[in-house]
């Protein structure tokens, strides 16, 4: 058998290949210096001198069905004659703190990015734990840190990350998407810390910010980016009023089954999702049963009814005409005499500016509630994470775009 290229396959400056070994599952691969090239200080690139030598070895990617490749190298420690110091050298290629090669650390991290860490470990033979931290090492090397200088538009939100009330402040990029900042916790502290990195220029340019219109981080927000717009997210508002319109629901359920009328709860009962979703969503089966509830209950056609006007005027593209459908909608609603809708379009109506904003600026949440999918994924997938810092790497990477993420090989 020949096998060719092994020289550039395990080229190493100042370094020359003497001899590779194979069998069935391990491939040895020895390596000298090159003595054409001199050492010399790192630091100041005076002639620098050996003053002791000893050889080490580190494991490279598997060759083959060979999964360990292992190189042993000589490692010099020099004393540098010009400026003293001292250190050692060794291939610019291998980690010498981690005994691996830096393509076999990318390697891994490309494996750990799409798949939970004990299936990536299982396939490269290592432990999860060590895995870990050679991802942890590429990710901090490799991601390039945010690109706080040209913020427009700033995306917030919260995130549960574990049971309990285990929450983290999340902010992203509202133009690309990309992670900025992710900090523990959901009061005024997590999304100040965003802030304090930013310098006085940076904050100017941000021109708007979209946040959940029941959040904790609009005084934040405003005493931070006094000159940016606030924009209340279009898609938390109709989840809200998903709550309302359940809320009146289980209201008539009870007041039905308080006045001894079993086949209007019945009726009333497992309607939820046919009053949420969509009429054109429905099923023809669900439709009739839909309607006979709405030709029964007032209240319920009343709140029904103003959950489709509210999704219209929402869905509006200009901000002038979305302005007059809101203010209509909330008159309706005040008339309407269900103490929970009054209750809510009496607040809509003190944020309607901020509402109508999501229009001006074409703004709404959703892809920040798709990046909330994408963090649930990766938690799940690695069963948890307890450094956070970690988790930020992990989320900063899924958000970047595929030639920003770390490369697989070295160009």
């Not at 703004?363 to 994408?374: C, H, I, S």
Request: hydrophobic share 40%.
């Amino acid at each position: 058998m020949v096998i060719r290229g092994l020289r550039r396959l395990f080229s190493f400056p100042g370094y020359r290949l003497m001899e590779a070994t194979f069998s069935a599952d391990v491939v040895q691969v020895r390596l000298a210096r090159d003595r054409r090239y001199r050492l010399r200080c790192p630091h100041c690139g005076a002639k620098a001198w050996v003053d002791r030598r000893e050889v080490r070895a580190a494991r490279d990617l598997p060759f083959g069905p060979a999964m360990h490749v292992w190189i042993t190298y000589p490692a010099s420690r020099f004393r540098c004659s010009a400026c003293g110091r001292r250190g050692w050298v060794t291939p610019a290629e291998i980690d010498a703190r981690r005994r691996v090669t830096h393509r076999l650390l990318r390697w891994a991290a490309h494996l750990a990015r799409d798949l939970p860490l004990r299936k990536a470990a299982a396939l490269l033979e290592v432990g999860d734990t060590r895995l870990g931290r050679w991802d942890r090492a590429v990710l901090q090397e490799h991601l390039a840190p945010p690109d706080l200088d040209n913020l427009r538009v700033l995306m917030v939100d919260e995130k549960a990350i574990g049971r309990g009330h285990q929450y983290v402040t999340v902010v992203l990029d509202g133009d690309t998407g990309e992670l900025l900042h992710l900090h523990e916790g959901r009061k005024k502290a997590s999304l100040q810390a965003f802030f304090d990195r930013l310098t006085e220029a940076q904050k100017a340019r941000i021109q708007a910010v979209c946040v959940d219109r029941l959040g904790a981080y609009v005084e934040c927000i405003e005493e931070a980016l006094p000159g940016a717009q606030i924009v209340y997210d279009k898609f938390h508002l109709l989840v809200n009023f998903h709550r309302i319109v359940d809320e009146v629901r289980r209201q008539e359920w009870n007041q039905a089954r308080r006045t001894h009328a079993p086949q209007r709860a019945k009726l009333i009962k497992g309607q939820r999702y046919n009053l949420l979703r969509r009429a054109e969503r429905n099923t023809p089966a669900q439709r009739r049963r839909l309607e006979e509830l709405l030709a029964m209950n007032e209240p319920l056609s009343k709140v029904y009814l103003l959950l489709e006007d509210l999704r219209a005027a929402l869905g509006e593209r200009r901000a002038a005409t979305a302005e007059r459908a809101l203010r209509l909608w909330v008159q309706t609603a005040l008339d309407s005499g269900l103490r929970p809708v009054v209750h809510f379009a009496r607040r809509l109506e003190r944020g309607l500016h901020r509402i109508v904003n999501a229009v001006r600026f074409g703004l709404n949440n959703g892809r920040l509630e798709g990046f909330n999918n994408l963090i649930a994924r990766i938690i799940h997938r690695a069963c948890g994470y307890q450094d956070q810092a970690y988790l930020f790497l992990k989320l900063r990477q899924a958000s970047l775009p595929a030639e920003q993420q770390v490369p697989v090989l070295q160009k």
